[in-house]
Nanobody, 118 residues
Framework: VQLQASGGGLVQPGGSLALSCAASGFFTSLYGMYWFRQAPGKGLEVVSGITESGNTYYLESVKGRFTISRDGAKNTLSLQMNSLKPEDTALYYC?????????????WGQGTEVTVSS
């Protein structure tokens, strides 16, 4: 199992970024999938998740701004981030649930850095 996150970068407040996570060794459509983030000096938090049935979860602070999606044909997970704020600055990780639904994460990507700054 491998997860490869990409799409991070430097963006001004109010801007947008699209993160992508390429998966191999399993089918993303069969498991819950997550995006986590860790801001400098802070702990890890779940930003968003999607189950194999399409149920979604969003951290309260990103609701209405971030959208998680999955492409079964490409076996990828995405996170569209709009109206970015400086507090969204963090290292973002994609992760796979060990079960269907909202299971604990068992495999992680390497992280992609998002910096929101003017």
């Amino acid at each position: 199992v491998q997860l490869q996150a990409s799409g991070g970068g430097l963006v001004q407040p109010g801007g947008s970024l699209a993160l992508s996570c390429a998966a191999s060794g399993f089918f993303t459509s069969l498991y819950g999938m997550y995006w986590f983030r860790q801001a400098p000096g802070k702990g890890l938090e779940v930003v968003s998740g999607i189950t194999e049935s399409g149920n979604t979860y969003y951290l309260e602070s990103v609701k209405g701004r971030f959208t998680i999606s999955r492409d079964g044909a490409k076996n990828t997970l995405s996170l569209q981030m709009n109206s970015l704020k400086p507090e969204d600055t963090a290292l973002y990780y994609c992760a796979k649930s060990q079960t269907q639904g909202w299971g604990a994460a068992d495999y992680w990507g390497q992280g992609t850095e998002v910096t929101v700054s003017s």
